[in-house]
């Protein structure tokens, strides 16, 4: 996520790093860089222009603190101004008591609307609400198909009317919602691939006889500063409350996220961050910025454990790491947990520094499958105690795993490496470890990779 952008300011805060004072000078030096950058991120440039500025009169003559590095110095005096540039945002729903909420959406044609709106429904399923989704885009072919196929996977109901206009189809929702006691009404429209009077007309003819509660606009981050200036003619028209980012997982440029909010006046609500249901987020202006300067995003990480994770078999599960009783039957819990988090990959770039590590590297999530595979090869008992695993053994486990016998081996014995780390931290200092040295190797090296290692060794002889 924002890979160019990162990069970029790493740049400059190692540029800057050894030096005494943050004068003019040296901080225009680097920062011209990050212009640069930003402009390539397709951000605006009024917004990148006022960004540089602030950030350049907030820097020059800052004293740098003896225990703090100036490149350090000036990474928190960045994080706050894009927090300001994405911020403040609020990212609740807000809901009308005794009545029926109803949510638009809006947006160019390929946006993500109607994924959106399942995505929406799913998460105010989630608050307890009685959500029903409303097919209003006749102008995309299957958009209405789509929509009753993600009501059916999360069990909410599509009003949907054939040979209608939009704006029956949303009256006769509001009365069949009421009828069947739904309080939350999301609006599907329709798109299209560019602004035309067409288009805005019926939007605008939904908004004043439905009079929605909230409009969203719907926006692909992936295109940049096209996505910022549809946000400011639809909101010029429709005026709407908040904006939802799709494809935030994709390769981003970084410009939507970090200019709409300054061009139209509207918070970023929720970011989608991948494509099932239940990958949308609140947008928190704080941790985005974390993540654009390469730091990580803890909370989040936390946040999505806290969702996946049971407290009481953490407990127990934390026990058995201090008794070094820790089996691979556990371990198999661990990862089925560790997957509902989502892709390893970006599990592992919500931790502070280890992004940074893992620049240019692959992660094959195919080899989890491979652990996986192997472990329930095994019998119960030899889950709970792998000692017992021998030749034979081993060689039945490769053969009902699909792997082969060196790659049990291999598990065998990094499992056996990381017990040992376990029960070594269990009674240490945290400071006194660093991240880097606290990686498990169970994954770390992809069968892939082994082969190519192989291959190249072969060569050099």
């Known amino acids: 996520m924002f890979e160019s952008i990162t990069d970029s300011f790493e740049t400059i805060f190692n540029k800057l790093s050894g030096r005494g004072r943050l004068t003019e000078q040296n901080i225009n030096d680097g920062l011209r860089e990050v212009r640069v950058a930003l402009l390539e991120a397709d951000t605006n440039y009024k917004v990148v222009k006022d960004f540089i500025q602030k950030v350049t009169e907030k820097a020059v003559g800052e004293e740098v603190l003896k225990s703090v590095k100036p490149g350090q110095q000036i990474v928190k005096i960045v994080q706050a101004e894009m927090e300001?540039?994405?911020?403040?945002?609020?990212?609740?729903?807000?809901?009308?008591?005794?009545?029926?909420?109803v949510i638009m959406l809006a947006g160019l044609q390929g946006s993500g609307k109607t994924t959106t709106a399942g995505k929406l429904a799913?998460?105010?399923?989630?608050?307890?609400?009685?959500?029903?989704?409303?097919?209003?885009?006749?102008?995309?072919?299957?958009?209405?198909?789509?929509?009753?196929?993600?009501?059916?996977?999360?069990?909410?109901?599509?009003?949907?009317?054939?040979?209608?206009?939009p704006v029956k189809i949303c009256?006769?929702?509001?009365?069949?919602?009421?009828?069947?006691?739904?309080?939350?009404?999301?609006?599907?429209?329709?798109?299209?691939?560019?602004?035309?009077?067409?288009?805005?007309?019926?939007?605008t003819q939904i908004k004043?006889?439905?009079?929605?509660?909230?409009?969203?606009?719907?926006?692909?981050?992936m295109t940049g500063q096209d996505a910022v200036n549809s946000a400011k003619e639809f909101n010029s028209q429709l005026d709407f409350d908040g904006v939802i980012l799709t494809k935030l997982d994709g390769d981003t440029r970084g410009g939507a996220a970090l200019s709409i909010k300054a061009v139209t006046g509207k918070p970023i609500k929720f970011v989608g961050v991948g494509e099932k249901l239940d990958k949308l987020e609140?947008?928190?202006?704080?941790?985005?910025?974390?993540?654009?300067?390469?730091?990580?995003?803890?909370?989040?990480?936390?946040?999505?454990a806290q969702q996946v994770v049971n407290e009481d078999e953490a407990v127990k599960l934390e026990k058995k790491i201090r008794e070094n009783t820790l089996t691979l039957e556990d371990f198999l819990g661990?990862?089925?947990?560790?997957?509902?988090?989502?892709?390893?990959?970006?599990?592992?770039g919500m931790i502070p520094g280890v992004g940074k590590k893992m620049k240019g590297m692959d992660v094959d999530e195919n080899q989890i499958k491979r652990v996986e595979a192997m472990i329930r090869s095994m019998t119960l008992e030899e889950r709970m105690n792998p000692d017992k695993i021998e030749g034979s053994r081993r060689n039945r486990i490769s053969r009902g795993s699909g792997t082969d016998a060196h790659e049990v081996s291999q598990l065998l014995k990094q499992f056996k490496q990381m017990k040992k780390m376990f029960r070594s931290l269990s009674g240490?200092?945290?400071?006194?470890?660093?991240?880097?040295?606290?990686?498990?190797?169970?994954?770390?090296?992809?069968?892939?990779?082994?082969?190519?290692?192989?291959?190249?060794?072969?060569?050099?002889?």
């Open 84 to 101: 300001h540039l994405m911020g403040p945002v609020d990212s609740t729903i807000k809901y009308v008591d005794g009545d029926i909420t």
């Open 122 to 165: 799913n998460m105010i399923l989630s608050k307890g609400k009685s959500p029903m989704l409303v097919a209003a885009d006749i102008q995309r072919p299957a958009a209405v198909d789509q929509l009753k196929v993600i009501g059916k996977q999360l069990n909410v109901p599509v009003y949907s009317e054939a040979n209608s206009n």
């Open 171 to 203: 009256k006769w929702a509001m009365k069949r919602a009421f009828l069947d006691n739904h309080n939350v009404v999301i609006i599907d429209t329709a798109g299209r691939l560019h602004i035309d009077e067409e288009l805005m007309l019926e939007l």
């Open 208 to 221: 004043d006889k439905i009079k929605p509660t909230q409009i969203f606009f719907v926006c692909d981050s």
């Open 282 to 304: 609140e947008f928190h202006p704080d941790r985005m910025a974390s993540r654009i300067l390469g730091m990580g995003d803890v909370v989040s990480l936390v946040e999505k």
């Open 334 to 348: 661990q990862l089925q947990q560790v997957k509902k988090m989502g892709p390893m990959k970006d599990i592992l």
């Open 428 to 461: 240490a200092d945290p400071k006194s470890f660093s991240a880097e040295g606290m990686t498990p190797d169970l994954m770390k090296i992809p069968r892939k990779i082994r082969s190519k290692r192989k291959k190249v060794k072969r060569k050099k002889r």
